[in-house]
């Protein structure tokens, strides 16, 4: 890695299912002038290109071999895999469940790493997804855990689908997000856990414009080296 980037900082969000680390983190980032990296979008591209290879999602070679050779392009909120614009493919809940199994499997992390420890780049990164502070960006200058409950969690990914004219049931949508945390949070390789020096941020009840008030000023105050002095 160029020493440059490896300078670059990094504010890492993670966080369970719908916590809401994707708008807070683009915001956060927008805002900074800062790089943007949904690392949930890879592994859900690791998924949907499987699901359409006809690959087995416990198929750990194979997949570790797929995840190595993505063809995607990150840019302008769109993304794209093999030419074709699957931007809102990888958000169907099948991408999502898919993505939660193929990202237990050691190989397909691996795979994965180099790929998104090049997004960082000054004048810095806003990386969100599970083990940014733990295992991909261990020396964040930042690290925040954006937790909610899960009925807060699943109400906002009703609320989102609805909006988006995709038929959903709120009940099944809970089921599958406890699911989800469950096998995150299980698994042997980069479970999710919080950082031991990330900051908890709980958002039931807290609007996007607080939470992202709340991460800005926490990093101006690192970045000014007052924090914990
Ligand atoms: O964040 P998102 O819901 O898009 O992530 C999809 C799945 O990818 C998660 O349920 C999780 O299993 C996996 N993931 C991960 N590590 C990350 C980001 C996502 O294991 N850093």
Redesign the pocket.
Known sequence: MPVEAAAAPVIAI?G???SG??TISERVAAALGFHYL???????LV?LAALRADIDLDDETALAALALDLDVQFGGGVIILSKQNVTDD??SEI???G??????LPGV?AALLAR?QAFRKPPGLV??????GT??FPDAQLKVFLTASAEVRAGRRYKQLKEKGIDANIRLLLQELRE?DQ??SA?SV?P?QKAVDARELDSTGLGIEEIVRQVLDWYRQKAAGSLGQ
């Open positions: 993670d369970p299912s719908a680390k994707g949904d690392s949930g979008a890879l592994y859900r998924a990888i958000r991408c999502g469940m993505a939660s199994k193929v990202a237990a992390r998104q990386a969100e997804g599970r083990d940014m295992v991909v989800r096998r995150d698994r980069a999710l």
